[in-house]
T-cell receptor, first 111, second 113 residues
Framework: TQLLEQSPQFLSIQEGENLTVYCNSS?????LQWYRQEPGEGPVLLVT?????EVKKLKRLTFQFGDARKDSSLHITAAQPGDTGLYLC???????????FGKGTRLHILP | DAGVIQSPRHEVTEMGQEVTLRCKPI?????LFWYRQTMMRGLELLIY????????DSGMPEDRFSAKMPNASFSTLKIQPSEPRDSAVYFC???????????FGDGTRLSIL
């Protein structure tokens, strides 16, 4: 059983469109992170959210942590080919616990 | 600034051979993590060290896998003997402390024939 479920697994859309990907769990997390991984490279941290209901923006990317701290979403506005990659969410149940990764959403933006 | 450095970037070897993967963490980082990534299972934590001491090795698949951190600037992950099912991308990551954001290397793509 995967503790963090990400959906969709794959998403291919045209440049300029908006999209949302999700990270869901039945467990509560003290913090949740989003990473982007490009082919041949390691994951790179985009954001960390720690407060229920928190919203963080990174240019065209908007991250939200659910009120109950069990889920999170990543919304991309006006997607660009440079957004292509594997988006991973990762959560930590308690501050000193090891981090757990979801399997990721593989996003492909068509020019 | 140099990030996490892993070597080799690619390794192809026959089953039964010993494989050694190497990692140099970011200078000043006290925590080091080894992960394995496959399409089927995603990114899985194998083991992590804090101040060169193994803290949690519950993710190490079996006795064929071992990891060491002889000093703060070097760690190895060894597989002996290797099997085809060990084929994956192995990542090393480091952080200032266990709870801080992790910085990943570019991985070692391992193929066991």
């Amino acid at each position: 059983t995967q503790l963090l479920e990400q959906s969709p697994q794959f998403l291919s859309i045209q440049e300029g469109e908006n999209l949302t990907v999700y990270c869901n769990s039945s467990s509560v997390f003290s913090s949740l992170q989003w990473y982007r991984q490009e082919p041949g490279e390691g994951p790179v941290l985009l954001v960390t959210v720690v407060t229920g209901g928190e919203v963080k923006k990174l240019k065209r990317l908007t991250f939200q942590f659910g009120d109950a701290r069990k889920d999170s979403s990543l919304h991309i506005t006006a997607a660009q080919p440079g957004d292509t990659g594997l988006y991973l969410c990762a959560g930590r149940k308690n501050r000193d616990d090891k981090i757990i990764f979801g399997k990721g959403t593989r996003l492909h933006i068509l020019p | 600034d140099a990030g996490v450095i892993q070597s080799p970037r690619h390794e192809v070897t026959e089953m039964g051979q010993e494989v050694t993967l190497r990692c140099k963490p970011i200078s000043g980082h006290n925590s080091l993590f080894w992960y394995r990534q496959t399409m089927m299972r995603g990114l899985e934590l194998l083991i992590y060290f804090n101040n060169n001491v193994p803290i949690d090795d519950s993710g190490m698949p079996e006795d064929r896998f071992s990891a060491k951190m002889p000093n703060a600037s070097f760690s190895t992950l060894k597989i002996q003997p290797s099997e085809p099912r060990d084929s994956a991308v192995y990542f090393c990551a480091s952080s200032l402390s266990g709870a801080q954001p992790q910085h990943f290397g570019d991985g070692t793509r391992l193929s066991i024939l």
